[in-house]
């Protein structure tokens, strides 16, 4: 299975325990994947970025906090059969790389027997660094380089000029890590999102579309040494004023024949064995869907969970600011109280009950294809599903099969 085939499609499929267990009692049932964010700052303040709406604070979690909390994820994993706390990925509402113990908290994730993963806009990820993080990532190190040209670069990352030149040294050098320690398992990318509308900022600045630039930024990529490029739609955050303001009307449908195309060209132009361009086609296609294929999201708060940099709980990364959303912290309460406690349980109800997703929720958001499955599996009878499980255990297992 390459890269998108594996990103294309619902992760579950590659777990069929865990759909076991959720069918039968989704409270008691862990989640694969939790989402970390280290800590609040970002030395960037991207045009599109969704979590801007936190403005960015001055937040770092605890890394002994988060060992102790890591322990008992594993603990909890081991004692339910081995279906839940999986992966962790390191991004969040701000830059990873920014935290003084990133490499320590990463190795106690894996210490804990937890995949790993990083987004990152690798403009602090220097040689030094690169040579602590990329032995301790097996599943994908990601750079968010969202332009092919360093002018562009600089107005929608909102960042010096010069930042683009130091992303892409040090995205040679975390390569260049990764041969020297011999770490195959850690999957170097680069990651763009497309802007197809040229904007302005409050101030009357001109913020360019970058769509066009797509082909510049996947050489570069490629000439760079790193194993794939992703490229995928913008998704409206629901409680983004200013990036609602920037993106908010910007429509993919009047040119989806030309990103098809773009897409097509691309995959067939530079994809190789040592390089595969990754173009979300689908994705672009189902965010300008007037259905979204469900009307509950099954997705929260079951599959997957986000720690924000305060040590907040959230059972959804898409509700930043939502206090209904929340469901704990992990500076003064352990997994078990904040996973198996009354606050989730309420939670869950209000998810079931009451959340209108058309209206509440982005779309395109990051569990969208594990809903429509979800959906697909509730409807079915318990023959069916039977009879569907056992499919799923014959599919092969791709590498990042944890990471939802």
């Given at each position: 299975?390459?890269?998108?085939?594996?990103?294309?499609?619902?992760?579950?499929?590659?777990?069929?325990?865990?759909?076991?267990?959720?069918?039968?009692?989704?409270?008691?049932?862990?989640?694969?994947?939790?989402?970390?964010?280290?800590?609040?700052?970002?030395?960037?303040?991207?045009?599109?970025?969704?979590?801007?709406?936190?403005?960015?604070?001055?937040?770092?979690?605890?890394?002994?906090?988060?060992?102790?909390?890591?322990?008992?994820?594993?603990?909890?994993?081991?004692?339910?059969?081995?279906?839940?706390?999986?992966?962790?990925?390191?991004?969040?509402?701000?830059?990873?790389?920014?935290?003084?113990?990133?490499?320590?908290?990463?190795?106690?994730?894996?210490?804990?027997?937890?995949?790993?993963?990083?987004?990152?806009?690798?403009?602090?990820?220097?040689?030094?660094?690169?040579?602590?993080?990329?032995?301790?990532?097996?599943?994908?190190?990601?750079?968010?380089?969202?332009?092919?040209k360093a002018e562009t670069y600089a107005k929608i990352h909102q960042a010096p000029i010069g930042?683009?030149?130091?992303?892409?040294?040090?995205?040679?050098?975390?390569?260049?890590?990764?041969?020297?320690?011999?770490?195959?398992?850690?999957?170097?990318?680069?990651?763009?999102?497309?802007?197809?509308?040229?904007?302005?900022?409050?101030?009357?600045?001109i913020i360019p579309s970058n769509w066009r630039e797509a082909e510049l930024l996947v050489r570069?990529?490629?000439?760079?040494?790193?194993?794939?490029?992703?490229?995928?739609?913008?998704?409206q955050d629901a409680y983004g004023k200013n990036t609602a303001r920037l993106y908010g009307d910007?429509?993919?449908?009047?040119?989806?024949?030309?990103?098809?195309?773009?897409?097509?060209?691309?995959?067939?132009?530079?994809?190789?064995?040592?390089?595969?361009?990754?173009?979300?086609?689908?994705?672009?296609?189902?965010?300008?869907?007037?259905?979204?294929?469900?009307?509950?999201?099954?997705?929260?708060?079951?599959?997957?969970?986000?720690?924000?940099?305060?040590?907040?709980?959230?059972?959804?990364?898409?509700?930043?600011?939502?206090?209904?959303?929340?469901?704990?912290?992990?500076?003064?309460?352990?997994?078990?109280?904040?996973?198996?406690?009354?606050?989730?349980?309420?939670?869950?109800?209000?998810?079931?009950?009451?959340?209108?997703?058309?209206?509440?929720?982005?779309?395109?958001?990051?569990?969208?294809?594990?809903?429509?499955?979800?959906?697909?599996?509730?409807?079915?009878?318990?023959?069916?599903?039977?009879?569907?499980?056992?499919?799923?255990?014959?599919?092969?297992?791709?590498?990042?099969?944890?990471?939802?």
């Amino acid at each position: 299975m390459n890269r998108r085939e594996w990103i294309e499609n619902p992760k579950l499929l590659h777990h069929p325990e865990w759909l076991e267990r959720w069918r039968k009692d989704p409270f008691s049932t862990p989640p694969i994947y939790v989402e970390i964010s280290p800590v609040g700052m970002c030395n960037h303040r991207c045009t599109f970025c969704a979590p801007e709406v936190l403005g960015y604070p001055n937040c770092a979690l605890d890394a002994g906090v988060l060992n102790q909390r890591f322990q008992e994820m594993r603990r909890i994993r081991e004692e339910t059969g081995n279906i839940g706390f999986k992966s962790v990925q390191f991004a969040g509402e701000g830059e990873p790389t920014l935290h003084k113990d990133l490499a320590k908290i990463v190795r106690f994730a894996r210490d804990a027997g937890m995949d790993t993963d990083m987004l990152t806009n690798g403009t602090i990820m220097f040689y030094k660094k690169a040579l602590e993080i990329v032995p301790l990532i097996n599943g994908y190190l990601q750079i968010s380089v969202n332009a092919g040209k360093a002018e562009t670069y600089a107005k929608i990352h909102q960042a010096p000029i010069g930042h683009w030149d130091t992303a892409w040294r040090n995205i040679e050098g975390m390569v260049r890590a990764k041969e020297v320690l011999e770490a195959k398992e850690c999957d170097i990318g680069v990651n763009m999102t497309l802007l197809t509308k040229e904007t302005l900022k409050e101030d009357g600045t001109i913020i360019p579309s970058n769509w066009r630039e797509a082909e510049l930024l996947v050489r570069k990529a490629r000439d760079a040494g790193v194993n794939y490029v992703a490229l995928k739609p913008y998704s409206q955050d629901a409680y983004g004023k200013n990036t609602a303001r920037l993106y908010g009307d910007m429509k993919y449908s009047p040119r989806m024949e030309e990103i098809q195309a773009l897409g097509q060209y691309l995959i067939s132009t530079y994809s190789s064995p040592s390089f595969e361009v990754v173009f979300r086609i689908s994705r672009f296609e189902e965010y300008e869907l007037e259905d979204r294929g469900y009307n509950t999201c099954l997705a929260t708060p079951t599959v997957w969970s986000y720690i924000q940099s305060d040590g907040s709980w959230l059972s959804c990364s898409c509700h930043w600011t939502n206090p209904i959303f929340l469901l704990g912290n992990i500076n003064s309460q352990t997994i078990d109280k904040i996973w198996f406690g009354d606050s989730r349980r309420k939670h869950m109800r209000y998810i079931l009950n009451e959340l209108d997703v058309c209206s509440h929720c982005r779309k395109g958001c990051h569990p969208d294809k594990e809903n429509r499955y979800l959906t697909k599996l509730a409807s079915m009878s318990d023959e069916e599903f039977k009879q569907e499980m056992a499919l799923l255990r014959t599919l092969p297992r791709p590498k990042n099969a944890n990471f939802i």
